[in-house]
């Protein structure tokens, strides 16, 4: 291997903190943690939710991204977002990191509780800043959905 001690151990802690990142960002969605939801960002991102959606990615403001989010997940009972297989990569000031997410959403129609499961992948870019990584596009690849995906339809309040 030709990369120093340095040059690997700083691409470790830079992959562990990229990492770290994923982590919160769904912990902090299913704890409905928004202050910590918002850190994660930088003030701009680019969003891709086109798989599930359609229409075309957007640019958006974090708050714009976490008030969405916020008011979009108070319409349910409980969500689970699971993230595994991660790749990342680290370029200078630049990372990808590509993820498996399986999110469980749980609802209530009519008055009676519904799940929605949505499976696919995260491709994510971060940058890194002076408070330390921020993702500043998040895109979403479905590959699968399973149960009543009605409840991810619900008015918001």
Not at 40 to 49: F, G, T
Not at 84 to 95: F, K, L, P, T
Request: aromatic share 8%; glycine share 6%.
């Amino acid at each position: 291997m030709t990369d120093s001690l340095a040059a690997q151990v700083a691409r470790l802690v830079d992959e562990r903190d990229v990492l770290d990142v994923e982590h919160r960002f769904a912990a902090s969605m299913d704890g409905r943690d928004w202050a910590t939801f918002r850190s994660l960002y930088a003030d701009e991102l680019v969003l891709d939710y086109t798989s599930y959606r359609g229409g075309d990615p957007v640019t958006v403001s974090a708050e714009a991204w976490v008030e969405r989010v916020r008011s979009r997940f108070a319409t349910l009972v409980a969500t689970q977002h699971s993230l595994s297989n991660h790749r990342i990569e680290v370029d200078g000031d630049q990372a990808r990191c590509l993820a498996y997410v399986e999110a469980t959403h749980i609802g209530r129609i009519e008055g009676a509780e519904q799940w929605c499961l949505v499976g696919g992948q995260y491709d994510d870019l971060l940058s890194r800043t002076a408070a330390g990584w921020r993702i500043v596009r998040k895109k979403l690849e479905v590959r699968w959905v399973t149960g009543d995906r009605r409840i991810l339809d619900l008015p918001t309040s």
